[in-house]
């Protein structure tokens, strides 16, 4: 994963330093920390193995401070704490850097206090903000940092990457997981651990029975983002078939009684139900909407 990490142009901007308050965009949530962390060790110089490095990746390095704990929301005692802490001068160097992880779950609130000290922040210190998605960014802070965004991971690379963690994986199950990933690493390993149960919960869903039962069912599912990754990776590999390009299709069972047109519109209505889950729409009627649309689309191909 570090490799991957290292590939980034926000993780090469680091040595630049060309920035007093930066915002990563990176889709990945489960590495966004890691991303961020390797990012600080590329501004402060730090070698890997270097005390500096290890101190970094245990977030107990005294001129790098991350916010806030692992798994919590940046809080308004966070900002307060930060505040006091950037008049103080850098322990070990002649910069301080503050790593605030997912940003974008801190509240309006809570960013609209840090927006005097990310546009003046005092000399020395630097701001690296790190988000999965740019909305949930105030406008005032997103005008007062410059912007990494980190795009989608080659298939390639992804699949590289998997196989350099799970070298006892098959290459099949390898390159079904990186095919279906979108570029997030972290979907492509749950779609590997998960045995292929995502893309059978995708197969279930396009048969289009008992639609009421099965969405109350993943309704309770935290594995949103795999759930259609599964379902677009099958809907593409319909199209492959419809299109007499079989080279391509990964699955060994596809449903049937889908036309090309049906195949086309369901891959633009899934687009369209990832966009809703984004705005924190309910899982459960996002794909209720969701199935019902593209059951309307095959009914009308097949007419």
């Known amino acids: 994963m570090k490799e991957l990490l290292r590939s980034t142009t926000a993780y090469k901007a680091m040595a630049h330093g060309a920035f007093q308050s930066a915002l990563v965009l990176f889709s990945d949530g489960k590495y966004l920390r890691d991303l961020l962390k390797e990012c600080a060790k590329r501004f402060f110089g730090a070698e890997d193995g270097s005390r500096v490095a290890t101190l970094i990746d245990k977030e107990s390095f005294s001129d790098c401070l991350i916010l806030p704990e692992k798994g919590e929301k940046l809080s308004v005692d966070d900002c307060e704490a930060l505040v006091e802490e950037s008049l103080l001068a850098p322990v070990e160097g002649k910069k301080k850097l503050f790593v605030l992880d997912h ?156 036309p090309m047109g049906a195949i086309i519109a369901a891959l633009e209505l899934v687009g369209e139900a990832e966009k809703q889950m984004q705005f924190n729409a309910s899982f459960a009627s996002c794909l209720y909407a969701l199935a019902l649309g593209i059951k309307e689309e095959k009914e009308k191909w097949l007419r």
């Open 103 to 258: 940003f974008d779950a801190a509240s309006a609130l809570v960013q609209n206090k840090l927006l005097k000290i990310l546009e003046e922040p005092p000399s020395g210190v630097f701001f690296l903000l790190g988000a999965e998605a740019e909305f949930s960014v105030l406008p005032t802070v997103l005008s007062r940092t410059v912007k990494y965004v980190v795009a989608p991971f080659p298939e390639e690379e992804i699949e590289r990457a998997l196989a350099r963690k799970y070298r006892e994986e098959e290459k099949e199950a390898l390159s079904r997981a990186a095919g279906a990933s979108g570029g997030i690493f972290s979907v492509g390993e749950s779609l590997l651990l998960g045995g292929g149960n995502e893309f059978a919960m995708a197969q279930r869903f396009l048969a289009l029975e008992n639609i009421e039962l099965f969405c109350r069912e993943m309704g309770e599912r935290k594995e949103k983002k795999e759930f259609f990754a599964a379902l677009k990776s099958l809907l593409r590999d319909m199209l492959m078939q419809a299109a007499g390009q079989t080279q391509y299709v990964r699955s060994h069972r596809l449903p049937e009684g889908y």
